[in-house]
């Protein structure tokens, strides 16, 4: 299952921390308008994937929606 979070500020990327840790998806992407950020925020998360599973983040923009199961404002 792919989440798509649009927005990369404190709560989204808390939202993903959270979805990554808890392996509630295959796959989670981060969209924002300031794509630096976003880009920070992956490479944050993605420290922390070797106790997370095999779950992919990415960060994506707007066009990362069209396949997404769940898509988070």
Known sequence: MKIAIIGAG???ATI????VG????T????????????????LDIAHGLSI???VA???EGYEGVHNADI???
């Open 71 to 73: 898509i988070i404002i």
């Open 52 to 54: 997370s599973g095999n």
């Open 10 to 12: 404190n709560v989204g």
């Open 22 to 25: 808890k392996r509630a998806a």
């Open 27 to 42: 796959s989670v992407s981060l969209i924002d308008i300031n794509e630096e950020r976003a880009k920070g925020e992956v």
């Open 57 to 59: 983040i990415q960060k």
């Open 16 to 19: 993903a921390y959270t979805l």
